[in-house]
């Protein structure tokens, strides 16, 4: 074992082959080094067809919690021969590059390690059935590792036998397939490697999930029983995993589910199906991505004008049109913040990882029922799909639902002059009931047509117009009842500051680390929820420069902010990102330094400049 070796600080990275089996083995590998108490953040980035095409998988390994992506492969357990040359091109130098030398190559780089294992031939040798010489492939390569790098063998041992705790005989074919590929590194290949794990306690009331696991639980704690969709990557698994939960914790005594999970023949019928659902007093969600947003715009208008409550969760991918499925990015701003036609202005929330995914999911429900709105919940591909560590799930016995302005029986008989739509409070509001509430009071026919107070038709201009005007109140309303956002003040002093949403988080906070080490003190918002908050105003008029943070093409966020907030668009330096991949915290910083470099206004703002490096 070298002396200058390094732990529990590398990138490890496999390249395979769609439909090959890998995703379990390298998913049994995060979970491994999770287990050992290491942070870590896995990365899955596979094509849109079932089979075939190349597929990637990238584990951050960070002692130090630095789990944003980084460019630069320490570690390369390359698979799929189609995808060689790319992938020993990311390898960094004094890295390693694995592969099968069943057929060996010459891969013409001296500045790395390359270790040959002959994983097929192996497999060839221990298996007769051509299925089982191809999954076992994968755990092959995970026993190898187990050794060149230090993997815990007893808690990849345990994975596989919570993975397939009533199939024996599969755990036992897995542990034999380990132990061919360690067998194979005694006995032929100097291990450890310089980049090592071992055993840590970083992950102490820690758990390992991704965001729609997460925004599934939070659904099903906020008491939603029906969910209606239509399957759409990346936000299938969300509805799935609602079903998944469902079944253990919705099941009642005659073992029946007291839940509803309907795949509707599009997307129109999805939200169609979750509009009346709730109209009718259940708590009902459905979940899509941008494609389907476009298809939902005009229910979604149907719930804001009748003022239904409904949770939408929009996981967003790389768009326009089909774009990339399989990729990330955050491009359903402004068709959500104004999805509809007409006059209309939708509340959304912005989750940043899977803990805020599974609480604002939960907070999405009690907001729409008092609100009665639309609540969008933005995430995307890859908080959805992708395993985050991150602080357990929070849940308080005490909590009680907030169905908001719902009058009961009682409450009718003592309401008079009740009207659907009347603005008695003077918050934008209204009063509403459940049908079948009483016998004879509260019933009431909602409307997408232009309506007055009892929800009446009318075509009266004035009327419409105080309706709308009325509508506005309400988000303004809403203002302070959604997430507000995360302010860190590095400096008091400087007029620097930085701003962004979602999934980008992580590699914000690691570049302003660094930029704070080079002595560039930037303040940092983190924007929760929209409509936007006083507060979000207050943050933008108290700095002169402010870079803004998002992976889109046309800086939409920035749009929203210079059109609600009323921003001197100069003030807001866009930082853009939308290749689908995960944001890094060095894009982050050649963007800013490309900046200073090239405008005088913030070279003054910085006394003395600090050149970026």
């Not at 899509?288 to 947003?293: K, L, N, V």
């Not at 229910?299 to 990339?324: H, K, N």
């Not at 420069?545 to 059109?563: G, W």
């Not at 290749?579 to 090239?598: A, Q, R, V």
Request: hydrophobic share 40%.
């Amino acid at each position: 074992m070298s002396s200058d070796s390094v732990y529990n600080e590398l990138v490890l990275k496999f390249s395979n082959v769609n439909g090959s089996g890998s995703a379990s083995a390298n998913a049994f590998c995060a979970k491994a080094l999770f287990r050992m108490g290491i942070p870590v953040s896995a990365k899955n980035i596979f094509p849109s067809n079932i089979q075939g095409l190349p597929t990637w998988y990238e584990i951050k390994i960070s002692e130090s919690e630095k789990l944003a992506r980084r460019d630069g492969i320490d570690i390369f357990v390359a698979m799929n021969a189609q995808t060689y040359d790319q992938d020993i091109n990311e390898v960094i130098e004094n890295g390693s590059f694995i592969y099968d030398s069943s057929l060996l190559r010459d891969f013409k780089r001296d500045d790395i390690n390359i270790i040959g294992i002959p994983i097929a031939k192996l497999c060839a040798d221990a298996y007769s059935d051509t299925r089982q010489r191809q999954l076992f492939k994968n755990i092959v390569y995970l026993g190898s590792l187990s050794l060149l790098i230090g993997i815990d063998f007893d808690i990849i041992k345990q994975l596989l036998s919570d993975q397939f705790h009533n199939k024996p005989k599969l755990i036992e074919q897995n542990v034999k397939a380990l132990e061919i590929g360690r067998k194979y590194i005694e006995d032929n290949i100097k291990y450890p490697l310089n980049k090592q794990v071992r055993k840590s306690n970083k992950n102490t009331n820690k758990i390992m999930i991704n965001g729609n696991e997460a925004a599934a639980l939070g659904a099903i704690y906020a008491g939603a029983t029906v969910a209606s969709w239509y399957p759409i990557t990346p936000s299938t698994s969300l509805v799935e995993a609602f079903e998944k939960h469902a079944m253990k914790l919705r099941k009642n005594e005659d073992g029946t589910i007291n839940a509803a999970i309907m795949q509707a023949e599009d997307e129109l019928s999805a939200i169609g199906m979750a509009i009346g659902a709730n109209w009718n007093g259940a708590r009902a969600f459905t979940a899509t991505s941008g494609p389907g947003i476009s298809l939902m715009s005009e229910f979604i208008g149907l719930a804001y004008f009748s003022e239904i409550p409904l949770v939408l969760f929009d996981i967003q991918r790389g768009g326009p049109s089909t774009g990339m499925p399989t990729r990330t990015q955050q491009s359903d701003l402004i068709s959500c913040a104004y999805a509809s036609h007409g006059d209309t202005k939708q509340v959304l929330l912005f989750p940043s990882d899977p803990n805020e995914c599974f609480q604002f999911s939960l907070d999405s429900f009690d907001l729409a029922e008092k609100l009665q709105t639309p609540i969008i919940v933005l995430s995307d591909l890859d908080i959805g799909m992708n395993d985050w560590v991150v602080d357990e799930l929070e849940w308080n016995d005490q909590y009680q639902h907030d169905r908001g302005k719902v009058l009961n029986s009682e409450e009718l008989e003592n309401t008079k002059d009740f009207g659907r739509y009347k603005d008695v409070d003077g918050d934008g509001i209204p009063y509403r009931t459940i049908p079948a509430t009483h016998p004879e009071l509260g019933a009431y026919f909602t409307r997408g047509t232009s309506h007055n107070e009892y929800g009446g038709y009318t075509e009266n201009g004035l009327i419409h117009a105080q309706t709308l005007d009325r509508l506005s109140k309400k988000f303004k309303t809403a203002e302070n009842l959604l997430p507000q956002p995360k302010i860190i003040i590095n400096s008091n002093k400087t007029k620097i500051g930085i701003i962004n949403f979602g999934s980008t988080t992580r590699a914000i906070n690691e570049s302003l680390e660094y930029l704070s080490g080079v002595g560039i003190a930037i303040n940092h918002m983190r924007i929760r929820s929209f409509p936007f908050s006083n507060n979000i105003r207050d943050f933008i008029d108290q700095h002169d420069i402010i870079f803004v943070v998002e992976q889109n093409r046309d800086a939409q966020m920035k749009t929203l902010l210079k059109t609600e907030c009323d921003i001197p668009i100069s003030k807001l330096v866009s930082i853009l990102n939308y290749d689908g991949m995960p944001l890094t915290s060095k894009f982050i910083i050649d963007e800013i330094n490309k900046h200073i470099e090239e405008n005088k206004d913030i070279n003054d703002l910085i006394s003395p400049l600090i050149k970026i490096v």
